[in-house]
Each structure stands twice: as structure tokens, then as C-alpha cells.
């Protein structure tokens, strides 16, 4: 079975600009979630989806960070304008619904920003 | 609001030794915990789901136990080896909704 993935795996841009991640989820997951990581902290979520609904976005800044699950499948986390303060690993992760297979909790590999 | 603290924030033993990771939640309306492993520059890989009407799972040399009532959870590492080096996060799922509350992890270096 395979795996979340995520890409790109590193990003490199400036302030200001705009940056894109993409993520696709293991296959039937209903769920699927963005998270933050800063180095040194805990994942923080960003956005949940459950098929193509938002269920939990209270954490997103919206007035720079978008994202989309077109077709309940993959997902597309947008960055504009970024900050310095982004700089951090976003991390893609999917689960079942929890009365399905418990619903255990699967990450990509993350990908990393860098905002210089 | 869900809180999740992990103590100790970072532990380095020798290898050989058994070792536990404390895991703490201030609201113990959960739908289950899951225990993680983090190595550097990497994603988070699932070690142990337990569910709220469970007390423990085990995996190999892990054990996670589980006491909704304190709050608690703890993963017991038998017999570390330099490979258990990585940081070790928890995660709680809420009964109310479905997201997951991470704590900050605890760094492990087990030493050859």
C-alpha cells in the first residue's frame, strides 16, 4: 500500500513570494490534514479536511495560507505572500475515518520551506 | 483546549537500558492516542495506536499504556539500541472532533 506523498520535498524562495505544496493521501483515507512543524516543536495543525469539507481551518492564517482538497483525493497547500516566519516543515498527513481501522494516523516524508 | 506535554524534553542513556516516555493531556475526553516517531529531517512514523477502552498495545520492544482518568500515557522501550535514537511524540485524537493535539516530543539518544 502506498504511502502519503508529499512534494516538493525542499523549497528555497524570499519573502513575498508564493510557494505550493502538494499532497496525496493513502488511498480511501478520508481525512487528511496539514500540519506546521518548527524545529524543535510538535506538528501544529493548519487544516483539516474530511473528503473535499473543511472540518477545522481555526488555525490557518488566512489572509496569506489557502488550501484545497479538489475531489476529496489530493490536496494543495498555498503559501502568499510568504514571511520569514513560515520557514518550517509542512507536514501532510491522512487517516481513516476513527471507525475505520482505528483510525491510525499516516505522515509523508514533509516538505521543507525555507524563507530567506 | 487540549494541551499535550511530553517530560522529559530530552534523555540520553546508554544502550541496554530500559527507558520510559511520559506523555500528559489536560482533557481526557479522547478517542484514542498515538505514540511517533520522529528522525531528522524526516516524517512522523506511527509506532502505537491505543485506543480509549484499551490499556496498552505492544510492538516488539514498545509498550503504550494508556490511563484516561490521570491523563497519562508512557511508552516503555525495552532494551534500547542506538537505532531507538530519534525524537518520540505523542498525539491525542478527541472524541468531539477528529484532530490530533501533538505534544513537543522528547529527544532520545541512546549511546553504544
Known amino acids: 500500500e502506498a504511502g502519503v506523498a508529499q512534494s516538493p520535498r525542499y523549497k528555497i524562495i524570499e519573502k513575498r513570494q508564493s510557494v505550493a505544496f502538494w499532497c496525496n493521501p493513502i488511498s480511501g483515507h478520508a481525512t487528511l490534514y496539514w500540519y506546521q512543524q518548527i524545529l524543535g516543536q510538535g506538528p501544529k495543525l493548519l487544516i483539516q479536511?474530511?473528503?473535499?469539507?473543511?472540518?477545522?481551518d481555526s488555525q490557518l492564517p488566512k489572509d496569506r495560507f489557502s488550501a484545497e482538497r479538489l475531489k476529496g483525493v489530493d490536496s494543495t497547500l498555498k503559501i502568499q505572500p510568504a514571511k520569514l516566519e513560515d520557514s518550517a516543515v509542512y507536514l501532510c498527513a491522512s487517516s481513516a475515518l476513527p471507525g475505520q481501522k482505528g483510525g491510525e494516523l499516516f505522515f509523508g516524508e514533509g516538505s521543507r520551506l525555507t524563507v530567506l | 483546549k487540549q494541551e499535550v506535554t511530553q517530560i522529559p524534553a530530552a534523555l540520553s542513556v546508554p544502550e541496554g537500558e530500559n527507558l520510559v516516555l511520559n506523555c500528559s493531556f489536560t482533557?481526557?475526553?479522547?478517542?484514542?492516542l498515538q505514540w511517533f516517531r520522529q528522525d531528522p529531517g524526516k516524517g512522523l512514523t506511527s509506532l502505537l495506536l491505543i485506543q480509549s477502552s484499551q490499556r496498552e498495545q505492544t510492538s516488539g520492544r514498545l509498550n503504550a499504556s494508556l490511563d484516561k482518568s490521570s491523563g497519562r500515557s508512557t511508552l516503555y522501550i525495552a532494551a534500547s539500541q542506538p537505532g531507538d535514537s530519534a525524537t518520540y511524540l505523542c498525539a491525542v485524537r478527541h472524541n468531539y472532533g477528529q484532530n490530533f493535539v501533538f505534544g513537543p516530543g522528547t529527544r532520545l539518544s541512546v549511546l553504544p
Open positions: 482533557d481526557s475526553a479522547i478517542y484514542n
Open positions: 479536511f474530511q473528503n473535499n469539507g473543511v472540518v477545522d
